[in-house]
């Protein structure tokens, strides 16, 4: 069975005032969905709402997630179902190596599955990490490095993509993983993302511009707006965007946008 | 009695220790009932896979003594305080009570006069010590002052192993000790010390190392157990080219309160000294730090570093760090860092967020917290007994 990811009418409030107005999104396994919109139409709220982030309040709505509602459940529960956030600005764990992090998170997922398991046994891990750090083209003494710690913009994003790559979640979250990259890195992240997508992955990928999407093709693109999705179509939607901005949506749907 | 009106003891008020109960309770334990056997777990060895010598003392008696042959014949010396005071009064003279004097405070002069166990490790010039001494002092009898004196005699090395630990029990108990340590000429001195006393004992102690010329003191202390720890731990370099590293390790939990006070004294030139201690604090434990670099006038080229960093895990905890500098050189470097911290919400959201359950997501930042004091910590063994404290204290 493939899994799916549904949003229904999702309303998130952040300090008492009213950033999502009811989304409605579906994002299947194997899917690739892209999410764009103007700053501060509340993408980012979306997002860490979806991983149940504790400063956004949700007043009414559904996440649906192989038949569960994700929104009954912990940031922690939520990601052994399979749901993944990259995130916009991931912090930096000081003292905390990458290849610790990683395995740590692995055994987390291991013991929530069978509570006597041992965890994988450390040449295993070594293993799987070398791999996807190969795949990725990281070099290995990544591993080593605290986690975000001094990293360069792209060296987040690989990291958080090291991290989808070694999870393996079936619904992955890209929040703005095009941001403050140079055109350099944002080909080699892209380049990662694209060896992730097939069959088992669904993604949301989110974005103000459509430059990520020269490199992984959408299946669908929906604009947001004011706290909606206001449009959504093919990737012909994204090279719209492109030529004439964001100005005619803003236009059709004024009262959204207000 | 100090109190909290000496600048010293102004965060660390020591009204609570009911004095009478220790008085008592003192003759009663001449009779020796009941010694209670010291923990295996305290006897392995932590450095490496043997020790080349071990002494361990139980409420005073001394219960096991050994140190490898070859280091007998070539001049080492290790063995327990009161021996050193019949066998090699000469030399411990020497060095007992020269940088730790009885004058230096109350509880120097009740080591210097009460003393009735102990420790003294004796490297001769030029000697190497291949495998590390190990010494346990369980200290689980209600009043115990002991008096360690360490010395690495000119182009000496040793890695010494020290901890002073005792069951946890209900009636009040105390220790009190010196400890005082001699690097000489280019010697190289790794010193460990493990403090994992019960948590009804109130521990004071005046520690103060000399190093010199070229001479490297490595010094870790790890403060786990106690009710409350008064410590000094000072370091005198004291000719050119001698260097110093202090490296602290607490965790304070329920009602305990560990107070450390540290000096680095930079006497001569291209003198250098590295101070990092690091503490977490949990339920209504309190620590204080209290640092102090000092470089004397003409100590010019000297490096000297200290920090404290503090993570305080709950609300009714509280961490006190007091930097201090006393620079009366001007070609110096001297720099300082005093953090108190808690655990991030943002970095407990991106833990949880990969699967993490919350509990293990604290551990994991907690461990994070503690790694550049482990990084300092060149013996396996010590770090991973520190991993077990910090597992168990976040239980």
New interface residues.
Partial sequence: MSAVLEIRNLHVSVEGKEILKGVNLVVKQGEIHALMGPNGTGKSTLSNTL????HYVVTSGQVIMDGVDLLEL???E???MGL??A?QY??A????TVA??LR??IN??LR?VDPKSKGMPIPAFRKLLKERMDTLQMSHDFAGR?LNEGFSGGEKKRAEIL?LAT?EPTIAIMDETDSGLDIDALRIVADGINKLVGPKLGVLIITHYQRMLNYIKPDKVHIMMGGRIVESGGPDLALQLEAQGYEWVRERYAEAAA | MPSITDDAWRRTDIRGLRWPELKASRSHSASANGLSAVPARLLRPLVGGEHGGQLVINRGKVVERNLAASLRRKGVIFTDFLTATRQHSALLRKYLGKSVPASQGKFAAMAACLADQGVFVYVPRGVKVELPLHSVIWADAPAQFSRLVVVAEADSALTFVHELASQTQRQHAVHVGTVEVYAGRNANLQFIELQSLGQNVWHFAHERSRVQRDGKLDWIFSAIGSRLTKNFCEIDLVEKGAWGRMSGFYFAEGDQHLDHDTQQNHHAEHTTSDLLFKGALRDRSRSVWQGMIYVAPGAQKTDGYQANRNLVLSKQARADSIPGLEILADDVRCTHGATIGQLEMEHMFYLMSRGMPEAEARRVLVDGFFDPVMERIPFEGVRERLKRVIAQKMG
């Fill in positions: 991983m149940g982030h504790p912990g940031v922690d939520r990601s052994r993944f956030l995130f991931p912090v764990i000081p003292g905390v610790n992090f740590t998170a987390a997922r929530a605290y991290q999870l």
